[in-house]
């Protein structure tokens, strides 16, 4: 009985939480990070995810920072010499979807157990994410979406060696692109972000507010100048 009103208390808890911000706002992307909000008190870092066409060859497994809180990491995968098996979604993803990803953090401070408070910070956060997908669509003139994630210390346990099978044979659907545009993948490198992106997505946070409503339009663009393609 004791750990059914534990249980029932946590979810209670839980429960409260979540429709402290719900009270406040509709909008689905701070709910969701709200549901986040211990996770991110704790670490002081809010997580997104940024996927397209765009392949950071990195030479920092570690990521990159910036002066204003930013930390980008690329998460391209290098399947050459390594089993298919290994990482089986990025591969598949890279190699016929033409899709890779870049993980971020920006720096925050909220308080889990004040909603009021902590909604304008999670908002300006939200936007600040935007300007830096944004930012970066428009330098490299590719199609990038951002997706929320959660920033959390995980542990790696090794993957198992497949076991043999005897080879088969089927007929089976391979994915093709419906244009080049889906087949041609960026190329970009470390000192590109950080000598680039970084200083412009500090020089448009420093606009004045009267600045801030054409701010979209200025990072939506996209430039028509062409970048190394693959």
Known sequence: ????????????KFIHHTMSMRQLTNVE??????QQA???A???????????NLSWESKHPQGVSSSIGIWLKSNRYEPVGKHIAEEPVRTYLQWYMNIYEIWGTLAIRIDPNDASTSKPLIEQ?????TCVSNTMSFLCGASLCWF?????????EPMPSPPEQAMTESWDCIPLQRSQHESTSIIINDEYVTNQLFPLVDRIEAMPLAVQAVK???TGMRRL???PQV
């Open 1 to 12: 009985m004791a750990n059914r009103k534990m249980i029932d208390d946590s979810f209670k």
């Open 29 to 34: 992307l701070v709910n969701t990070y709200w």
């Open 38 to 40: 211990h996770q991110i």
């Open 42 to 52: 704790r670490t002081g870092r809010l997580g997104f995810i940024i996927r397209g």
């Open 125 to 129: 956060a939200l936007e600040k994410v």
């Open 148 to 156: 929320p994630a959660s920033y959390a210390w995980v542990r790696h």
């Open 216 to 218: 979209p339009l200025l």
């Open 225 to 227: 100048t062409a970048m």
